[in-house]
């Protein structure tokens, strides 16, 4: 089994910047295994939806148009940890931020291809 813990959420004024970290773990496990880690976010009312994720060395990033120049997906495989860097806030990317990985890279703005799930941390940024 493998447990997502996020971590850095809070609040923070428009133009300002917070880094979420995901913390993963499990019994034999390695982050590198994942073939895709992404962060998702659902604001109160909406659905979940795709931020962005990286593949299973880094190297290969992709975002959502919403974030896109402001948000910096990246992961420690060493340390077990996907990070997002996020800048430029402004009270739209006000939302629970959650943590996800999965074995394959396809599809990975889409929901139910993701195998593990982390628990959220909060995001709200006051205008």
């Known amino acids: 089994q493998v447990q997502l813990v996020e971590s850095g959420g809070g609040l923070v004024q428009a133009g300002g910047s917070l880094r979420l970290s995901c913390a993963a773990s499990?019994?034999?496990?390695?982050?590198?295994?994942?073939?895709?880690m992404g962060w998702f976010r659902q604001a109160p009312g909406e659905v979940r939806r795709f931020v962005a994720a990286?593949?299973?060395?880094?190297?290969?990033?992709v975002y959502a148009d919403s974030v896109k120049g402001r948000f910096t997906i990246s992961r420690d495989n060493a340390k077990n940890t996907v990070y997002l860097q996020m800048n430029s806030l402004n009270p739209e990317d006000t939302a629970v931020y959650y943590c996800?990985?999965?074995?394959?890279?396809?599809?990975?703005?889409?929901?139910?291809?993701?195998?593990?799930w982390g628990q959220g941390t909060q995001v709200t940024v006051s205008s």
């Open positions: 990286t593949s299973r060395s880094g190297s290969n990033t």
């Open positions: 996800a990985a999965k074995v394959g890279l396809s599809d990975y703005d889409i929901v139910s291809k993701y195998d593990y």
């Open positions: 499990g019994r034999s496990f390695s982050m590198y295994d994942m073939g895709c």
